[in-house]
């Protein structure tokens, strides 16, 4: 089952930027059970699975993150507890690739059913700064051969059929800082204050829902220094790419006025963009919802981001479904319910099967 893949997965650090070490145990244990991986420029475990009769035909791409918000140095360690898995990642998505893997093990020797080839890969950069680097590279350089994205994510029931688009920037303010008793230089951690102030006070529509959020500030050096530098990181979001876009534009005039008005420079750099908008999921939720009613579990759709928002430009249609119960995302003591590891498994087992008996056109 899922579970005998889970704890060491989850033990294998994966920060952003950092996914290499559970990158390489993901592509042995595939390896293990038979397939052939490469792991490309940008560090994504691929496998593909094109029996001949397949030949031509688009490829249905299943993509489970690899990377976790923790840093660096972070004790991975998990532990069971009355039926549960806890630890750093251990849901998100470590869970995800474990049941992936799973269905790797399952199809060995049933590959000679699939009517089109199947494509499962382990991608970087889904988290924080990532930029959906892993899954905009899987899609912008094999978008020909594919028909369709599944991103393996989240949890059991939801189906993310609407991508929410992100716009996120890094703030630099840059004054001549000073002392704070012999100096009158403006200081950078001011424009910093104005600039969080001007932000919120910009006005957000209640539908679609927008938001607007400064995640990160930090600068200056003493208590008895005017501050030469400080930053902050911005993250927009809206349902609709025109309000985000309008958002955005004023989001960036807000940081440049507050600069301006307190004497500093300003550098605003883009640190993310992912996409939103209609994942035209249509042709893949019939077999979602009925897999779900396979397992008696009740399927409601919902708007996120995730790896599927990579699809949206490309109009492939894509969707982001999850495999397991739990809690506590993003969090030190986040778990895993293990009993819904092997029903998660036959979920998305059901969806690729009741995918491939849809007419090849």
């Not at 950092?18 to 592509?27: F, N």
């Not at 998305?348 to 056109?361: H, I, K, N």
């Amino acid at each position: 089952m899922p579970l005998d893949y889970l704890a060491r997965i989850a033990q294998t650090p994966a920060p952003t930027f950092q996914e290499g070490q559970r990158a390489e145990l993901i592509a042995e244990l595939w390896r293990e059970l038979g397939y052939p991986c490469e792991i490309d420029a940008v560090g994504n475990v691929l496998t593909r699975i094109a029996p001949p009769a397949t030949e031509g035909h688009p490829a249905l791409l299943l993509a489970s993150h690899l990377d976790t918000v923790f840093e660096a140095g972070t004790d991975v360690t998990v532990r069971e507890d009355s039926g549960r898995l806890i630890g750093p990642g251990v849901g998100d998505n470590s869970a995800s690739l474990a049941v992936l893997t799973a269905l790797l093990r399952d199809l060995r020797g049933q590959t000679g059913v699939l009517r089109r080839p199947l494509w499962v890969a382990a991608n970087v950069g889904e988290e924080g700064l990532g930029d959906l680097r892993g899954s905009k590279f899987l899609i912008s350089q094999h978008r020909a051969a594919l028909g369709a994205f599944i991103a393996v994510d989240g949890y059991l029931g939801i189906a993310v059929t609407r991508g929410v688009g992100v716009r996120r920037y890094r703030a630099t303010f840059v004054g001549p800082g000073g002392h704070s008793w012999g100096d009158q230089a403006p200081s950078a951690l001011h424009a910093l204050g104005r600039a969080i102030s001007g932000l919120y006070a910009l006005p957000l529509p209640s539908t679609p829902r927008t938001t607007l959020n400064v995640g990160v500030a930090s600068g200056g050096t003493s208590v008895n220094s005017i501050a030469a530098s400080a930053e902050l990181l911005l993250d927009l979001r809206s349902l609709d790419p025109e309000v985000l876009g309008k958002l955005d534009r004023r989001a960036v005039s807000a940081l440049h006025t507050a600069a301006r008005e307190a004497g500093v420079s300003v550098q605003i750099e883009q640190v993310g963009d992912r996409p939103g908008g209609d994942l035209h999921s249509a042709a893949l939720l019939p077999a979602i919802r009925e897999a779900a009613r396979e397992i008696r579990t009740e399927l409601r759709t919902a708007s996120s981001s995730t790896d599927a928002n990579a699809a949206a430009p490309h109009g492939l249609p894509a969707v982001a479904i999850g495999v397991y119960r739990g809690g506590n995302a993003h969090r030190l003591d986040e778990w895993v319910q293990t009993s819904s590891l092997e029903p998660g498994l036959k979920f998305l087992r059901r969806v690729v099967e009741l995918y491939q008996q849809q007419p090849v056109v």
